[in-house]
């Protein structure tokens, strides 16, 4: 797909949470959903996502990494859907033999990718939730 | 001179220190953020800064704490492979080997490559940036297939 041919999701008024603890993923995930139009923040923990959701925040997408320090993405995964969190959660995580995944996934995902995130995975991810319809 | 970038570029998707996902990087470039690429790869080099001298630290330290080493090197890999730096990437897989083997001195040598690795892309990088901000706006070279 062409830079030209990028759908444009602005329209939709999207929202995502980047949630990683690495810098470059954060810049770059949150480089791809501006591309496509999504307005998004990013926190560098599971905690500090719990806590955006504490605070009255809601998101329509969440992009979850595993591995972060004081609370990891499987962790705040299980938390959010305590909450009642029903969020379309996306683990994104350079994880990938099977038990992990499978882990991560029964935590409450509603999909998985392994990193690196391009904008093909994340427009598959937008497929996947009905959030973007291929013409 | 345009042309001159574009061949310091596929040269340095030739010599196997970049891979495709640098190329993902460069489709995101726009004109807002006309420099994303060379934006994200000071971050990639700031932050495996930091990363380098945690190991070294621990390395130096002599006790070989393979899991802390096995968790720098998964943060210095995930970002290596965001970036796109394919060499960066497989020293850090090699090392992360060592590590689950507990092989110390394997980890030294693997360390040690590692750095010269990332010190040569980080100058390659550079250079190229450099060149392509003297050059002006560029189009996106196409690897050929």
Same mark, same amino acid.
């Given at each position: 797909?062409? !830079?030209?041919?990028?759908?444009? #999701?602005?329209?939709?008024?999207?929202?995502?949470?980047?949630?990683?603890?690495?810098?470059v993923n954060q810049s770059i995930h949150q480089k791809l959903l501006a591309r496509l139009g999504i307005t998004n923040e990013v926190v560098c923990n599971g905690k500090e996502a719990v806590d955006a959701h504490?605070?009255? !925040?809601?998101?329509?997408?969440? #992009?979850?990494?595993?591995?972060?320090?004081?609370m990891n993405g499987i962790q705040a995964t299980k938390r959010l859907r305590e909450m009642g969190i029903e969020s379309k959660i996306a683990g994104?995580?350079?994880?990938?033999?099977e038990g992990e995944k499978k882990e991560f996934m029964e935590a409450g995902l509603n999909d998985f990718q392994e990193k690196p995130l391009t904008i093909s995975k994340l427009l598959s991810i937008l497929h996947k939730f009905d959030f973007y319809v291929q013409t | 001179m345009q042309r001159q970038v574009a061949l310091i570029k596929q040269s340095l998707f030739d010599q196997g220190y970049l891979d495709e996902q640098f190329m993902e990087l460069e489709e995101l470039q726009d004109d807002a953020n006309p420099n994303f690429v060379e934006e994200v790869s000071a971050l990639y080099f700031k932050d495996s800064a930091r990363l380098i001298n945690n190991i070294d630290q621990a390395l130096e330290r002599g006790s070989f704490d393979f899991n802390r080493l096995d968790s720098y090197m998964h943060q210095f890999k995930?970002?290596?492979?965001?970036?796109?730096?394919?060499?960066?990437?497989?020293?850090?897989?090699?090392?992360?080997?060592?590590?689950?083997?507990g092989n110390a001195e394997g980890c030294l040598r693997t360390f040690h490559q590692l750095k010269k690795e990332h010190s040569t892309l980080r100058k390659k990088l550079e250079h190229y940036f450099?060149?392509?901000?003297?050059?002006?706006?560029?189009?996106?070279?196409r690897r050929p297939k």
């Open positions: 797909m062409t !830079r030209e041919e990028l759908p444009n #999701l602005a329209e939709s008024k999207l929202t995502a949470l980047v949630v990683d603890d690495n810098f504490c605070s009255g !925040r809601n998101y329509d997408l969440i #992009l979850m990494d595993m591995d972060m320090p004081i994104v995580t350079t994880r990938a033999n | 995930g970002s290596s492979t965001s970036i796109g730096a394919s060499k960066v990437k497989a020293e850090c897989t090699k090392f992360r080997e060592y590590c689950r083997a450099q060149l392509a901000r003297q050059a002006g706006p560029k189009e996106t070279a």
